[in-house]
T-cell receptor
Framework: DADVTQTPRNRITKTGKRIMLECSQT?????MYWYRQDPGLGLRLIYY???????NKGEISDGYSVSRQAQAKFSLSLESAIPNQTALYFC????????????FGPGTRLTVL | GEDVEQSLFLSVREGDSSVINCTYT??????LYWYKQEPGAGLQLLTY?????DMKQDQRLTVLLNKKDKHLSLRIADTQTGDSAIYFC??????????FGRGTSLIVHP
């Protein structure tokens, strides 16, 4: 079974709709991240959390919110989706010890019409 | 803020060596990483190097770090078609938040 899972894997929605993307991990890591990937732009950090009660904005947090319900779960919400939020979204985890290498989920492809 | 730069494309012939280069600006970088992304998948860590090291070798992969010039490279020996993917360079410093480059698309042709 995958260590980092994301649901849904694909989603098509309309402008103005509220969308939630879920991430779960079984690695026991304390740190979790949400990124978006756009062609030619690489990965950009949206939000990150170092613990259950810790939420931090990343480079491009406007239009997004997150919730860390438990150590294993980190969800990303788009309160009112807009077309330029069409992208590939990745969740990642890392451990606070060691080299802080990140483990990524398979991604969610979101299309906002 | 910190910046990580890498070329967008590299094309090599099967069996040749591939060298993907990366430069970064954060002088407090502690760890530098190489990730691989295959089509339709998330990023997967290939290798990382601690900033006090010059070189790290792992089977066909060789990482070279020139800390003075803030230059990192990934060499893949005997490149195969299965190595075709996007390769991301990343660095993390005191904040432990990695900064990623835009990725280099490696195309391996027969």
């Amino acid at each position: 079974d995958a260590d980092v899972t994301q649901t849904p894997r694909n989603r098509i929605t309309k402008t103005g709709k509220r969308i939630m993307l879920e991430c779960s991990q079984t690695k026991g890591h304390d740190r979790m991240y949400w990124y978006r990937q756009d062609p030619g732009l690489g990965l950009r950090l949206i939000y990150y959390s170092f613990d259950v009660k810790d939420i931090n904005k990343g480079e491009i947090s406007d239009g997004y919110s997150v919730s860390r319900q438990a150590q294993a779960k980190f969800s990303l919400s788009l309160e009112s989706a807009i077309p330029n939020q069409t992208a590939l979204y990745f969740c990642a985890t890392s451990d606070s010890s060691g080299a802080n290498e990140q483990f990524f989920g398979p991604g969610t492809r979101l299309t906002v019409l | 803020g910190e910046d990580v730069e890498q070329s967008l494309f590299l094309s090599v012939r099967e069996g040749d060596s591939s060298v993907i280069n990366c430069t970064y600006t954060d002088s407090s970088s502690t760890y530098l990483y190489w990730y691989k992304q295959e089509p339709g998948a998330g990023l997967q860590l290939l290798t990382y190097i601690f900033s006090n090291m010059d070189m790290k070798q792992d089977q066909r992969l060789t990482v070279l770090l020139n800390k003075k010039d803030k230059h990192l490279s990934l060499r893949i020996a005997d490149t195969q078609t299965g190595d075709s993917a996007i390769y991301f360079c990343a660095e993390s410093g005191g904040s432990y938040i990695p900064t990623f480059g835009r990725g280099t698309s490696l195309i391996v042709h027969p």
